[in-house]
């Protein structure tokens, strides 16, 4: 019996079905004969049964219920429209980083809040700050009040009653006394 | 565009919640109105016959408490953000040390645009009270005063301050200490 031979285009054309098992005996014989002296077509016959065995492999999801009852509406003759797609464009990814980032920035600083305050006062703390409190008030009007005499001596005594004393003496050709003593005087 | 209004008040939503957020966080440091008193180095913290430090928190506290009895310190309280005082004895020391300081600090106070209310040179005694207007109100005070052979005092508040309702409170209060530097166990007194 002799065996055709076969040329390596050929060979790779009947590839596919040889590695299906759908090639008739007639074509697979010359095909291994050729494959046994060309390494170049036994390297293609390789990496064919390679990739149906780990297609083979891959897990095979079962099909949704909805696609079912879809395929068996249509067999009936119901005309069944597709479902709107919802648009998940940039705008609601942006949405949704704003809101990822408001809620750990918020969530942060609310626990960082709540860190640094007291879960409840103190009574004697609360007491010592109203103490304190008024104590700041009451120093404000003591100094205020200084001040206030102060802007007495200053700008009335020194600026309006003094002036107008000598302006007055002047004119009555009395005053010769210093600024200081007429002040003791008017005081 | 059937996305748009969604997304437009997410963001909407997101940005007040982190403004809102980021309100309630803000520092005292950067409230208008407060005045760095550890920066400015006025008196040497360690020789302070009388220290005040009152924060947000503890002032609210304080209204709380005193909201029956004194509704109108209450209310003051309620509005402030922070008390510190600071008084440094000028019995037996040479004033000359305080004087630039204080000159310092007047000159950061104008240069971040407080405005001078009362300015006093009496007899060697110098009183400054700043106000700090913020929103076309008053969000600061601060006094500095020095008195030769006396003491030095600087006073900083911050919030909402209402200078005639300070005033009051501080007429009726009438505490004896003023006579005699005070010694309250929250402010500091050097042993």
């Known amino acids: 019996m002799t065996i055709e031979t076969i040329t390596c285009d050929e060979a790779l054309d009947l590839l596919e079905p040889f590695v299906d098992g759908e090639l008739p005996f007639a074509q697979a014989e010359p095909l291994r004969s050729h494959l046994q002296g060309c390494r170049a077509c036994a390297g293609e016959l390789a990496l064919a049964e390679r990739i149906r065995r780990e297609l083979r492999a891959l897990p095979q999801p079962d099909c949704p219920p909805e696609v079912i009852e879809r395929v068996v509406r249509s067999g009936r003759g119901e005309v069944v429209p597709f479902p709107a797609r919802r648009r998940s464009g940039w705008r609601v990814r942006i949405a949704a980083a704003a809101a990822v980032l408001a809620l750990a920035v918020g969530g942060g600083s609310l626990f960082f809040n709540l860190q640094q305050r007291p879960d409840r006062p103190d009574p004697t703390q609360v007491a010592q700050a109203t103490r304190d409190a008024r104590l700041a008030l009451a120093y404000l009007d003591k100094v205020t009040r200084k001040a206030g005499l102060g802007v007495r001596d200053e700008v009335l005594e020194k600026r309006l009653v003094i002036p107008a004393a000598r302006s007055v003496s002047r004119s009555l050709g009395e005053f010769q006394a210093p600024a200081d003593e007429t002040r003791k005087e008017l005081r | ?191």
């Open chain 2, 1 to 191: 565009m059937m996305t748009r209004r969604p997304v437009l008040s997410s963001i909407l939503a997101a940005l007040l919640f982190l403004a809102a957020t980021a309100g309630g966080a803000q520092r005292l440091t950067d409230q208008p109105g407060y005045l760095p008193l550890e920066q400015l180095n006025l008196f040497p913290s360690d020789e302070l016959e009388v220290e005040i430090n009152l924060d947000g928190p503890l002032l609210n506290m304080v209204a709380a408490a005193t909201k029956k009895e004194d509704p109108e310190f209450s209310s003051v309280m309620a509005g402030l953000k922070s008390i510190k005082v600071q008084v440094f004895p000028l019995k037996g020391v040479d004033s000359a040390g305080i004087k630039p300081r204080i000159g310092r600090a007047v000159h950061w106070l104008e240069e971040k645009g407080w405005k001078s209310t009362i300015r006093v040179k009496d007899k060697g005694d110098e009183t400054y009270i700043y106000l700090l207007e913020s929103g076309g109100k008053i969000a600061g005070l601060t006094l500095l005063s020095m008195s030769p052979g006396d003491e030095a005092v600087v006073i900083n508040i911050v919030g909402r301050i209402d200078p005639a309702q300070l005033g009051r409170l501080g007429q009726n209060l009438h505490l004896p200490q003023l006579q005699k530097v005070p010694t309250q166990g929250g402010a500091k007194k050097p042993e």
